[in-house]
């Protein structure tokens, strides 16, 4: 099982990003994925989670911002990032796993496969 994690970059605020996230070993027909992130010397943030139905929920902080999604037929999971803000800045992390209930989709101790991070960076 891999993932690897993709499109970060530097941005203004008020613009957009686009992650994604490429899995090898399974498909996401059957797991839950999450959109995580971290500043250093804080704990990692669950952003947003989709699960095996497809169904996503987000943290407050970025609701109506950005949108989870999965394309079962390429294995790859995005997270659309609009209307960026200064404190969206920190590193991003994809993760999945097949035996998270949904209360727990957002706890990033559920989940046992990881991607790399990819440096999300929006300046003001």
């Known amino acids: 099982v891999q993932l690897q994690a993709s499109g970060g970059g530097l941005v203004q605020a008020g613009g957009s990003l686009t992650l994604v996230c490429s899995a090898t070993?399974?498909?996401?027909?059957?797991?839950?994925a999450g959109w995580f992130r971290q500043i250093p010397g804080r704990e990692r943030e669950g952003v947003s989670c989709?699960?095996?139905?497809?169904?996503?929920n987000y943290s407050d902080s970025v609701k109506n911002r950005f949108t989870i999604s999965s394309d079962n037929a390429k294995n790859t999971v995005y997270l659309q990032m609009n209307s960026l803000k200064p404190e969206d800045t920190a590193v991003y992390y994809c993760a999945a796993d097949n035996s998270i209930i949904s209360s727990q989709l957002r706890n990033y101790v559920q989940y046992d496969y990881w991607g790399q991070g990819t440096q999300v960076t929006v300046s003001s």
């Open positions: 989709i699960d095996a139905s497809n169904k996503a």
């Open positions: 070993g399974f498909t996401f027909d059957f797991f839950a």
